[in-house]
């Protein structure tokens, strides 16, 4: 607890006030001081302050929660246990684990504009379930969202909102006992995918809109923590013991921002493949299509192309680890399969032994190998027996890193009945960094021009130009990369941050992951240090954010993709015991959905090594 000096005036009794009125000689056994023989003015006994109105879970919460003249109580909701969890009647099948109050709040001010443009806002929205008093666990558990957020059901009043994330706030609440929340981050996209709508941050006169920048970079996970926290002290009549954030992907970036910008939110941040260093990562994004673009003559590869490359490239390296075909790449950076050398995935006419429709030309290769590679100035790649751009450190021309091979490539480099399918995301922020909507697919609205799908015209050069600019906007744009490596005051309140990334994540490359730790252990003394109160871990073959991420590998080879993943709040648990307990997060075991394979989770930069014995059990295993 914080301690501040405060000046006191002491209340004098009327008996004493009278004879300090008689006699200014008594003045310093009065309070007064000073030989002057001037009288001191008597200053009343303030009052005592006004206990805080308790809340309860009815519409009176509307006027008695007002933290701040920007917050709005817009609907309070009281569901009992069993009750289907919707607001407009309509059964949803879902129902409540036990006794919860909903509450829906808007923070303003917003962003004033054109009714029915995407810049225009009235606030954040946010949405926060209690359990009942008896029930609550102490702890405030709020979630992240993902992509640009900008869930509209969050704000909506006749319905329950979802953040888009793994988790919802009424299980989290209804089933663990914990406050949770979600917030759209200060605007609610009209698009059919919410996450994917960038167009908020665009003003009509096709400007950066910075207060919706800021509202989405920080503030808007700011206010839920904030607010979340409050309610649940009017509520519960205490101050909640243990505030938690739990996100990934935008919830990851999300808890990076927390532990950089407002470290006293949360004592514990569990952050899962982080889009931190944004507006770098996702530029590269869109480097998959350009590469296709440029080396391919704008035809992309069939999804049948991309799954057999991958495939080739998992029955390559899954075998690295034991000696024996896994089904699944524990270590990326071991893997250098290159495809131009495979002349079971080249086409006859190119050299190769592979005579199907999903065989790859020598050019359709050596493009996988520029997009596995990662985003470089000149669209140039070195020769995977050198260098495949993995690992923490980017090699002088790497503007930022490609996936793992492996690593399924519908996400970034897809394609549907041979038309290119960008990651909307990627072409939405290329257009906010070179500030042009035309660049944009056609679902970026904008009054000075909608998007026209441009960026099938980008050159490697132009592409590059968009990734310095989106680092030279980053004060417009709210400094949205959260990559500030000192963490020095989320360190010295003694609060926690477990991060972990998927090796095979279809869409955020976990070398961006990497990246960032290091610079971190640079800023605040070394790994050893770091590691006291921020720990990295990387899990084989989890693709982005759950679930495995790469494609299986060849058939008869190696088996069906089945490794070994982070069972349900496995994380979180580990999290809490650090926070709670004092116990860091070591020796954990992971498990695969059959329980036929266990494996120690390493913290960085510690990884996997075989000892020998049976490959099922996780005691066959060491972190080095």
Avoid at 606 to 616: E, R
Wanted: with cysteine.
């Amino acid at each position: 607890m914080r301690h501040h000096n405060r000046s006191h005036t002491r209340s004098v009794p009327p008996s004493i006030a009278l004879l300090c009125l008689a006699a200014a000689a008594a003045l310093s056994a009065c309070g007064g001081s000073g030989s002057s023989g001037t009288v001191l003015p008597i200053v009343p006994a303030a009052p005592p302050p006004a206990a805080p109105v308790a809340l309860t879970c009815d519409d009176s919460l509307k006027t008695a929660f007002k933290p701040d003249a920007n917050t709005t109580v817009r609907l309070v909701k009281q569901f009992r246990k069993g009750d289907d969890l919707n607001l407009d009647g309509k059964a949803t099948g879902t129902l409540a684990a036990s006794d919860l109050c909903m509450v829906k709040l808007n923070v303003g001010p917003g962003h004033a504009g054109p009714a029915g443009a995407p810049s225009t806002s009235p606030g954040i929205g946010i949405e926060v379930w209690l359990p009942a008093k008896a029930a609550w666990n102490q702890r405030v558990r709020v979630l992240g969202g993902g992509g640009f957020a900008g869930e509209p059901s969050i704000s909506a009043l006749d319905r329950i909102g979802n953040a888009g994330g793994i988790d919802s706030p009424s299980r989290v609440a209804g089933t663990e006992g914990s406050v949770s929340a979600i917030t759209d981050t200060g605007h609610a996209s009209s698009s059919p995918v919410a996450g994917t709508d960038g167009a908020f941050a665009m003003n009509p006169d096709g400007t950066v809109n910075t207060a919706l920048w800021t509202d989405f970079a920080s503030r808007g996970i700011h206010e839920m923590a904030v607010k979340a926290k409050a309610l649940a002290a009017g509520f519960y009549g205490d101050a909640p013991k243990y505030s938690y954030w739990d996100g990934c992907s935008t919830g990851g970036r999300q808890g990076h921002m927390q532990a950089q910008v407002n470290s006293d939110d949360f004592d514990g941040i569990l952050a899962g493949n982080s889009a931190i260093n944004w507006s770098t990562f996702i530029t590269a994004e869109l480097y998959p299509q350009v590469v296709m673009q440029r080396d391919l003559g704008g035809t992309p590869l069939t999804p049948e192309q991309a799954t057999l490359v991958s495939s080739a490239a998992v029955s390559a390296c899954d075998s690295q680890l034991t000696g024996k075909h896994e089904g699944f790449i524990s270590d990326p950076a071991a893997c250098r399969y290159d495809p131009v050398q495979d002349k079971a995935v080249l086409c006859t006419a190119s050299g190769g032994s592979n005579a199907t429709a999903a065989c790859l030309s020598t050019a359709q290769a050596q493009a996988v190998n520029k997009i596995w590679y990662g985003q470089t100035r000149d669209g140039s790649a070195p020769a995977a027996a050198g260098d495949i751009g993995y690992g923490p450190t980017l090699a002088s021309n790497q503007l930022w890193y490609g996936p793992t091979r492996g690593t399924a490539l519908s996400g970034l480099a897809g394609s549907a009945g041979g038309v290119p399918a960008p990651f909307p995301i990627a072409v939405h922020q290329v257009a906010l960094n070179l500030q042009d909507p035309t660049i944009a697919t056609p679902d970026f609205i904008n009054a000075t021009g909608n998007g026209a799908d441009r960026w099938k015209g980008l050159g490697y050069a132009q592409l590059a130009n968009a990734s310095d600019r989106g680092k030279a906007l980053q004060g417009a744009f709210a400094n949205i990369n959260a990559d500030d490596p000192d963490l020095a005051r989320f360190r010295d309140r003694g609060a926690k941050m477990l991060t972990y990334h998927g090796l095979a994540d279809q869409v955020i490359p976990n070398s961006g992951t990497a990246h960032y730790y290091e610079r971190a252990a640079g800023a605040m003394g070394g790994i050893d240090a770091l590691q006291k109160f921020y720990r990295y871990l990387e899990i084989p073959a989890m693709g982005h954010c759950m679930g495995v991420g790469s494609v299986d590998g060849l058939p008869g080879t190696s088996p069906a993709a089945n490794p070994p993943l982070p069972a349900p709040n496995q994380l979180f648990t580990a999290l809490t015991d650090w926070v709670e307990k004092g116990i860091p997060p070591e020796n954990l075991v992971l498990r695969n959905g059959d329980k036929s394979l266990a494996r120690p989770l390493c913290t960085y930069p510690k990884k996997i090594a075989y000892l020998g014995g049976d490959t099922s059990k996780a005691e066959s295993f060491a972190c080095r």
